[in-house]
């Protein structure tokens, strides 16, 4: 573990130095620090500045194509909010450097500091101060006049919403220009036990899309895949759209749905029975959401 200190150019060079980046590693310790950790994003369309709130692999769900090796259900540990300042703005420092994406073997296309995303191995809004945590982070994007420059985004699965704490850190993430990516995989009792193994009930979800839909721009994010040699049952596909179709409303910041597939192995037990969804499928079922009059975004 790094002491909670700035750090000086040469360490803040030789952690960069560390490895190439690319969009098949998503390792959380790409940089060598406890937080913040760089990433080539597929779906940001270049570097993410990722910010891990779950360093203990913890997380209320288990998704079936989760990627976090050795995931056990639990929280967010405290967070040492000392040393994620640090880290951030140690990090900031160096990203903001001209050179940066060539130190890092950056393929051309994805050059671009794209955002700061809060994830991690984990749901990172069961961290306890959730609301402080958004703050500081958006107080050392401020010191560096990246507000509201630079997207933040707060990838979660949406299941702790309706707790105060996250409401209120919705609330600031909007007022820093802000956004949610919404995990929303399966709208049905059982999809949800099947595919994110999640104590949570539809009606749960969908309050929480509706909360989350007022307070801060949200995008769904929902992964396709083939499970057991099936992809959407068609209970489930239209469950989905019409789920769609009642959050969309004229007065929410519901922007739209971003549709991806398996990029990388699951590190979980049905791994072997997981198959991406090809491309036909997703551009298929990306027409019907956007018939819905939602945007789609969709990454293969
Ligand atoms: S919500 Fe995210 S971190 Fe949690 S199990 Fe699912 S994919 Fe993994």
């Not at 049905?188 to 009930?201: Q, V």
Request: glycine share 8%; charged share 25%.
């Amino acid at each position: 573990m790094l002491p909670a200190r700035t750090f000086n150019n040469a360490e803040s060079h030789a952690m960069s130095e560390k490895k190439r980046l690319h969009t098949r590693d998503h390792s959380r310790d790409s940089g060598g620090l406890r937080y913040v950790y760089p990433v080539v994003s597929r779906r940001a369309g270049g570097v993410s500045i990722g910010i891990n709130l779950n360093p203990n692999d913890a997380c209320n769900w288990r998704c079936v194509y989760c990627q976090v090796p050795e995931l056990k259900r639990g929280s967010a540990p405290d967070i040492d909010r000392k040393v994620l300042e640090d880290e951030l703005k140690c990090f900031l420092e160096d990203v903001l450097k001209s050179d940066f994406f060539e130190r890092y073997g950056v393929d051309p296309e994805y050059r671009h500091l794209r955002d700061i995303a809060i994830s991690g191995n984990g749901e990172p809004t069961s961290a306890r101060g959730f609301a402080e945590i958004i703050d500081l982070i958006g107080s050392v994007m401020a010191d560096y006049d990246l507000v509201p420059r630079l997207n933040l985004v707060l990838i979660s699965n949406g299941s702790l919403i309706h707790q105060e704490s996250v409401r209120q850190g919705l609330m600031r993430l909007a007022r820093l220009g802000g956004e949610i990516w919404f995990k929303l995989d399966c709208v049905t009792d059982e999809g949800l036990t099947r595919i994110n193994n999640a104590a949570i009930s539809v009606a749960r979800v969908r309050e929480n899309l509706r909360i989350s839909s007022v307070l801060c721009r949200t995008w769904v994010q929902t992964c396709v895949f083939g499970f057991k040699g099936e992809i959407m049952s068609a209970h489930e596909r239209q469950a989905y759209l019409d789920f769609l179709r009642g959050a969309k409303q004229p007065d929410n910041l519901l922007k739209g749905v971003l549709l991806y597939t398996l990029a990388r192995p699951s590190q979980q037990p049905e791994s072997s029975q997981l198959t991406a969804a090809d491309p036909e499928w997703m551009q298929e079922f990306s027409h019907e959401i956007e018939a819905l009059g939602l945007e789609v975004k969709v990454s293969s």
